[in-house]
Structure formats: C-alpha cells, structure tokens
C-alpha cells in the first residue's frame, strides 16, 4: 500500500500538502528536506530545497492530509511518517498556504516541486539541487544526468 499523502503545517498555520512521492523521496534522501527562498532560481522565484537546514528554519509538524480518516498511529507508514523532518524558511512559511509539494518528473529531470503555490506569482519550477550556486534554468538538480532517482 502507497504512503498516503500528508499535510504539513507551519507554525504560523499556514498548510500545505505533501505527495505520497514527494513522502517516500524525502525518506529516500535521509528523511530530511527544507524548503526556502534564496536569490534567482528557475524563473527568478528563488524556490529551493535543501538537505542541509538553513537559516531561520521553521519545523513544520506533519499531519494526515484527511484528519477524518481513520488513519491513526497505526495507519501504514505512520511510523515512516514520523522520521521524515520537513521546515521552512521563515521568508517563504507565508507563501505556502494552500501548496502542494511534488516529487516527479518534471522537464526531463526528477525533481521536487511545488505544483500548486497560491501564494508565489507566475508558474512554479524549482528542484533539489544538490551543488552549486543558483543559476537559473542551469541550476543542478540531483538528477541532471537523469539517472532516475527513483530507480537507485
């Protein structure tokens, strides 16, 4: 059975939801992922995410995306679900109400990736780099040599 999907909440209430596939690659790069906002990036938003916890991070508690459902602490990948470490920079918490974090492929490269972000103008596009400084479009990704990182 598929990890069901979750929702993460800033401290200042602000929700936003976490894929199934965006679940279970956190947990395949360590259980730990920070989202923020830093200088250019694809399209100039500057969204990024990062292994490594950045300045000003806040945690984010982690909560069925259905709190109806009777998917408690038993529920299949509870215990996963409890590993898994997600924040967000204080400039970028505000902007993520209503947000959906992705992981998939997205212009030819596995990435993470916010699909739907209400509160950041224009369309999204930003990925998990893994060195470098932002470079736009040419920022690296974890997957530009599109080895397929679900495949590892």
């Not at 998939?104 to 596995?110: A, E, F």
Request: proline content about 8%; overall charge positive.
């Amino acid at each position: 059975m598929k990890t069901p999907p979750v929702s993460a909440v800033t401290p200042s209430g602000a929700r936003f939801l976490l894929t199934a596939d965006a679940l279970e690659m956190i947990q395949v790069f360590g259980g730990t992922l920070h989202c923020y906002r830093g200088a250019g990036g694809c399209r100039k938003q500057g969204l990024y995410f990062s292994r490594t916890r950045p300045k000003k991070a806040l945690d984010c508690r982690l909560l069925p995306a259905d709190p109806d459902s009777d998917q408690g602490s038993a529920a299949p990948g509870a215990r996963e679900r409890q590993e898994i470490a997600v924040s967000v920079s204080a400039d970028l918490a505000s902007a993520l109400d209503g947000a959906v974090l992705d992981f998939g492929n997205y212009n030819g490269v596995q990435r993470f990736v916010w699909t739907t972000l209400p509160g950041v103008k224009g369309p999204s596009c930003t990925c998990l780099r893994s060195v470098g400084p932002p470079a736009g479009k040419r920022s690296p990704c974890l997957d530009d040599r599109r080895i397929g990182l679900t495949d590892l």
